[in-house]
């Protein structure tokens, strides 16, 4: 099955710098790659995803790469505001594959802005 | 659409009794998830169902959990007999089809004592 890591576990970053979380998975016929926020006590929301035929993807002051050579993803935070404090998971699928489409998520990097 | 709804919110019960949770997903939504998060095990898959249908429950620790579908718009998640490290927070999600992102209910925070 699909394995998905997440790195740094902990992320401590000044408001105004930007903070980058990193994911690698296993499965080579992953195609969907959503990132989640998770505010303390909160529900995981889903924030951006990406699939597997576009590189890049923005959405304000957030973005996601994907390299397919290499199975690696990023989420990219800039311009970081108080906010944007939380747990960030990421995670991976096929979701092309009926029975093995299910989400598999990272173990999650809790970001920490300092004001 | 009020999103996807989960009860309790809460639960603290006595180890050896029954434990059941419900969720009612968005209307609409193909796919439905159980997932349990811990500290130390982070997001765990436990089963999911599409069109109410199970399709994957390896996820499921053991035969003390069990989780049904009867229709569309509500599933359970029971466990009989509780144990403390049962002890977490359970989400249920659902979502549209695959490949379009989940959205999570508040979750149940389960305590087992």
């Known amino acids: 099955g699909e394995n998905v890591e997440q790195h740094p576990s902990t992320l401590s970053v000044q408001e105004g710098d930007s903070a980058v979380i990193k994911c690698t998975y296993s499965?080579?016929?992953?195609?969907?790659f959503p990132w989640y926020k998770q505010e303390l006590g909160k529900r995981p929301q889903l924030i951006i995803d990406?699939?597997?035929?576009?590189g890049e993807k923005k959405d304000q002051r957030i973005a996601v790469t994907l390299n397919k050579t290499a199975k690696h993803f990023s989420l990219h935070i800039t311009e970081t505001q108080p906010e944007d404090s939380a747990v960030y998971f990421c995670a991976a699928s096929n979701a092309l594959d009926f029975g093995n489409e299910k989400l598999t998520f990272g173990t999650g990097t809790r970001l920490t802005i300092i004001p | 659409d009020a999103g996807v709804i989960q009860s309790p919110r809460h639960e603290v019960t006595e180890m050896g009794q029954e434990v059941t949770l419900r969720c009612k997903p968005i209307?609409?939504?193909?796919?439905l998830f159980w997932y349990r998060q811990t500290m130390m095990r982070g997001l765990e898959l436990l089963i999911y169902f599409n069109n109410n249908v199970p399709i994957d429950d390896s996820g499921m620790p053991e035969d003390r959990f069990s989780a049904k579908m009867p229709n569309a718009s509500f599933s359970t998640l029971k466990i009989q007999p509780s144990e403390p490290r049962d002890s977490a927070v359970y989400f249920c999600?659902?979502?549209?089809?695959?490949?379009?992102?989940?959205?999570f209910g508040s979750g149940t925070r389960l305590t087992v004592v």
């Open positions: 990406i699939r597997s035929n576009v």
């Open positions: 999600a659902s979502s549209l089809r695959i490949g379009s992102g989940y959205t």
């Open positions: 209307s609409g939504h193909d796919y």
């Open positions: 499965d080579s016929a992953s195609n969907y």
